[in-house]
Each structure stands twice: as C-alpha cells, then as structure tokens.
C-alpha cells in the first residue's frame, strides 16, 4: 500500500481522493502544515508516501506518471511529488524546511500561492538540500496544475475535458524508438492487448512467461520436421513476438516495472530465439538434413553483434567530448522520414528478424532459412560495426574509469588471463584490438586449418591466452577498445564452433550449441547486471568457469586428447556444468535483486 497526504482545504467537487484511491493510494488528509508533518510521520518507513495539492487539476494518468513510477526514487509533476522509501528521510527534511517558512495561515489560504506550491516547493527542496534527484515526467498534452482561483481552475478542468488521458496513455505505451514492423505491423494492435491485460490484473512478468511457453511451443512444432509443424512454427513464433512486445507495453501502459521483469524480458528473448534455432535443427535432422553448424553460427554471430552493440553504448555513453563528424551526419540523416526506417530495418532488429525466420520456416527449409538469416545478420553486422568504427575514428573522446571497468568486465577475463597479466608488458596505448584480433586470427587459423585431434589448435589457444591477457593489461581507454570483447567472443564461440564440425559426429555440434549456449548466456547476463547499475557477476563465477581464455584452452585441449566420441561427451559435460553454475548464480541474483527493492529498469533502447 502506498500513502497519499492531500495538503491543504479541500476543494468542493474535487474528485482528487477518488483518483489517488484508484491510484492504490491510502488518502489522508493534512488541513495545515503541521498535521502534514504529522501524517508523514505515521506513514510505515516501507511505503511510497505522496504529497498532493488538494486544489490539484489535472488528468489521472498525469497524477499516475509523477506518483506511481518505481524506477525513481522521487518523482514530481506540478502539485504533487511522490518518493519512494530510499528516500523518505529526504522528504521529512523538505517537508520540516519547507513548512517552518509556511504559517498556518497561509497554509490554509487559496488566495495566496503558497499553498498551491508546497509540493513543489518540496521537490525543489529534496533536490536542492538533499541531493535526491527528482524525476519530472514528460506530460506533453497532460493537463498537471494547481490553480490560484476559481477562473483558472474553470480553465483547466476544461483543458482536462479537452484531452483524452487514456488515448495518450495508449499511444505512450508504446517504445519511442523501434522497428518497422514492430511499429506498423505489431502495435497498432499489440497495446489494446496490453490495457486488456491491465484491466484483468496481469503482470508484465506473466505475459513475458506467456511469449517464452509460446517460443518454446513453437520450437517444438519445428523440431517435428513437417510442413505442417513448420507452418505452426512460424504462426507461434509470430504470436511469441505480439507477446513480448505486449509485456513492455502492459509495463510502461500500467507503469509495472521491475529489475526482475527488466531481466525476464532481455533474457527470455535470448532463450526464445536460440531454442527456435535448435528447433529447427532438430526438425532438418528429422528430414535428413544436418544444419547444426548453420544453426551455432546463427547464434555466434547474432552473440558476436549483441556484443559490438553493448561495448560501443558503454564505452561512449558517458563518454566527455563525445562528438563527430559521422555521428553529426547520421543525426542530420535521422532527420529525413524515410532514411530512418531504412536504416533501422538494416539492422535487421528483433521484429524484421523474427518475421523473417517465421516467414521462411513457413515456406522453405530450416536450411535456407539458416543462410538467409545468416545472410542478412552479416549484413547488418557489417553495416553497424563499421559506422561505429567511424564513429570512434572521428571523434576524439575521453573515456571514463566506469567505461573502461565496464569493457574490462565484458571481456570476461579468468584466472589463467591474470596468471599472464604478471608476466607480460602492457601493449603500447590503442593497440589493445589489434592484439586481441591478431591472438583471435592464430587461434581461429590454427583450428580451421588443421585436423580433429591435432595439437595445433591448443598451440593457438596458447598464444590467444597471451595476446588476450597482453590486450586487457592496460584500462581499455582508446578509440577502438569497445572491439576487444566482440574479438573475445568471436573467438571463443568460433573455435567451439569449428572444432565440433571438425570432429563430424553424431552429437558433437548440438553438444557444441550448448555449451555455446550456456556461456552467451553468462555473458547476457553480465551486460544485464553493468546496465542496472550493479557492475558484473562476483569474480569467483568468472574464475569458476574459466574465463574466455581458460575455456577456449579447455575445449582445444580435450579435442586433442579425446576421441571424437568421447570429445561429445566431454563437451556436453562441460556444457552442463556451465549452465548449472551460471543459472544457479544469475537466478539467485536477480531474485534477490527483486525482493530487496533494487531500482526499477526498462530498456528503452536500440531494438534487439
């Protein structure tokens, strides 16, 4: 339960109590300053407490936008300001501050302004002499006042009428920034399902399960290896999409936001996608087609640009001096209606991706849906890793500490990595990708040109080691630094990739797609836990499962030592342990994280 204290005389004719009630507000009433002060005090220390002008004028979902938001600890609109229990002790010193220069009389009095202010003499207090960073949300149409007399009031219940709340609540459900086909061919639709949801009391995190069940429903039509299955397949996997486009609408409609949904939505994402591709590689193996390897390599290089999009964002997001010419003609670019849909629908984002594959598993065969899709990410990859390596090239900006423990991070260096670190030199400033790329390029070489079972691969998993441990020896501050763990996981998921075909088994490659599998998820999950807020995993999870380097050494070394039969097993194994460790670890967390209240996030962001 949440507490509202509605300051000041009432207003005849007000329905300012039926709105907050409505709101999940418990309404008490505070007639003058002192008895505000007192109605904070009794107030439990683990609810969100508002204060709210009883003259205030404005639409519900205005009063819903600054009360009600959880991603904040504080959060104001005109006549109101709502906090959350982080900051309560802030409030109560406002508040005291506030009301000590405010008499009872004119506390009480509709003809001066102070009353009509106090809220947001408050909010400007909590940021002024508390350090609490008060949210203001962007109303737009929203009607949000609290009016000095009866005319101006007059005026602004008119202006209210004037507006339809609902209608823009709507329309704001959905995310500013997304796809083509998600925008035209999803949300028009997609957010009256969202307020259906709402009015039935579902959650964001329910209709997040519901899409998985659905992916993973879909998975299994594909796995069947009919035309009919296929079909059905390429429906769900449509109908997953509606879904996972309701559950962040149904959060910004009803305004439900949580750290364990912000998780729900980004993983489960990953998950759907990467069991419809071992779907699909279970359904061609039924008809007699082994597309295991297009499958992996899928997944490598949708990892691989997931991770170019991660390292460039924290690298320069708060970056000082962070300017271009390339990037001031991509703004100019943006500004041209139709050159922004083509360049978003080049990326290929999780929308035209996901209607391409059910398009294709419809009509062809898990096979050309494989190279198409495969065509097409490389594509997109090509097409966004060079703009930012233009980007980075033409701008001269100067990259934080929090940058660089971010890459650091994301490079998921292990034990055998910091062994190294004591025994080698720094690599001279700027030269960190190239080292990385060239220990990646021996590695990768040495696997793709040798046999099953030679010693050469675990000779190039060796020099990978030094190189690697050679690049990250120095803060990953340059231009380009943001391409050492795309490099890394590249790699890594490329030599597990060409080692399992090389060993030509039956198992081998699925065995290969789940160790694969378990470790992207390792590295998701790192990128989750940097964006909240909350820095990576605990340093004995990495140390636990090798880092890249130690991985990479592993998996040449039992290929050398194992027959081919007994390497499948090795790597499933392996596979196993990993996911066990790395779910276990990242469940316990983020659950945690849950019931102990940590911030709210929601990404806004570029689209999968």
């Known amino acids: 339960m949440s507490t509202a204290i509605v300051t000041g005389q009432p207003v005849p004719g007000s329905s300012l109590e039926g709105e907050l009630r409505a709101l999940g507000f418990d309404v008490r009433l505070a007639p003058d300053a002192a008895q505000a002060g007192a109605a904070l005090a009794a107030v439990p220390a683990g609810q969100r407490v508002a204060l709210v002008d009883a003259g205030f004028v404005g639409h519900t979902h205005a009063l819903r936008l600054g009360l009600t938001d959880p991603r904040f600890a504080a959060s104001a609109v005109p006549g109101a300001v709502s906090v959350q229990p982080a900051a309560r002790e802030a409030l109560t010193g406002a508040l005291r501050d506030t009301a000590q220069g405010t008499s009872a009389t004119d506390f009480g009095s509709r003809a001066g302004t102070l009353a009509g202010v106090l809220a947001d003499r408050v909010a400007e207090r909590l940021a002024a002499a508390y350090g609490t960073d008060v949210h203001h949300p962007e109303l737009g149409e929203l009607v949000a006042a609290v009016p000095a007399d009866p005319q101006a009031r007059n005026e602004a219940r008119q202006a209210v009428a004037a507006v339809d709340d609902e209608a823009i609540r709507l329309r704001t459900a959905v995310k500013a920034r997304d796809g083509f086909f998600t925008t035209y061919c999803i949300s028009p639709y997609s957010r009256y399902i969202a307020r259906w949801c709402a009015r039935r009391g579902l959650t964001p995190n329910q209709v997040t399960t519901a899409s998985l069940f659905t992916a993973l429903i879909a998975a299994g039509c594909a796995a069947t290896g009919t035309r009919v299955g296929f079909v059905a397949a390429g429906v769900l996997l449509l109908f997953s999409f509606v879904l996972d486009c309701t559950d962040g609408q149904l959060a910004r409609y009803s305004l439900q936001y949580s750290t364990l949904g912000a998780w729900l939505d980004a993983t489960f994402d990953r998950a759907k996608e990467y069991a419809y591709y071992a779907g699909l590689a279970l359904g061609a193996a039924r008809g007699g ?57 080049i990326v290929l984002p999780i929308g035209e991706r996901w209607a391409l594959i059910a398009v294709l598993t419809a009509l062809t065969t898990p096979r050309i849906t494989f190279i198409v899709l495969l065509i097409g990410c490389a594509l997109a990859a090509t097409y966004t890793t060079a703009g930012r390596v233009l980007r980075s090239l033409t701008r001269r900006a100067t990259r934080t500490d929090r940058a660089a423990q971010a890459l650091a991070e994301l490079s998921d260096s292990g034990p055998l990595s910091e062994l190294l670190q004591r025994a080698v030199r720094g690599v001279p400033r700027h030269t ?49 630094d943001w391409l050492v763990p795309p490099v890394f996981r590249a790699a890594e998921y490329g030599t597990i990739l060409l080692i399992a075909a090389k060993a030509d088994v039956n198992g081998a490659l699925p065995a290969a797609f789940g160790l694969v599998a378990a470790v992207a998820y390792h590295h998701y999950d790192t990128v989750y836990r940097i964006r909240g807020g909350t820095g990576a995993p605990p340093h004995w999870l990495v140390r636990a499962i090798g880092g890249h380097e130690g991985r990479t050494l592993v998996v040449t070394v039992i290929a050398a030592l194992l027959t081919d039969t007994d390497f499948t097993v090795a790597l499933t194994v392996c596979a196993v342990a990993v996911a066990l460790v790395v779910l276990v670890e990242s469940i316990r967390y983020w659950v945690t994280a849950h019931r102990r209240g940590a911030p709210a996030v929601h990404d806004e962001g570029e689209p999968a």
């Open 432 to 480: 960190a990708p190239a080292v990385a790329a060239l220990g990646a390029l021996v590695l990768v070489l040495a696997t793709a040109l040798s046999d099953y079972g030679s010693w050469w691969p675990v000779l190039g998993a060796a020099v990978y080691a030094l190189t690697s441990a050679a690049s990250v020896s120095r803060p990953l501050k340059g231009p380009l």
């Open 289 to 345: 087609d082994d597309v295991w390897a297009l499958a992996l390599g899928a997944m490598v290089l949708q990892t691989c640009r997931h991770v170019v999009d991660f390292s460039f964002n924290e690298a320069n997001h708060d970056a000082t001096a962070n300017t271009s010419p390339t990037a001031a003609l991509s703004d100019k670019l943006d500004s041209v209606g139709w050159t922004v849909w083509v360049r978003r629908m």
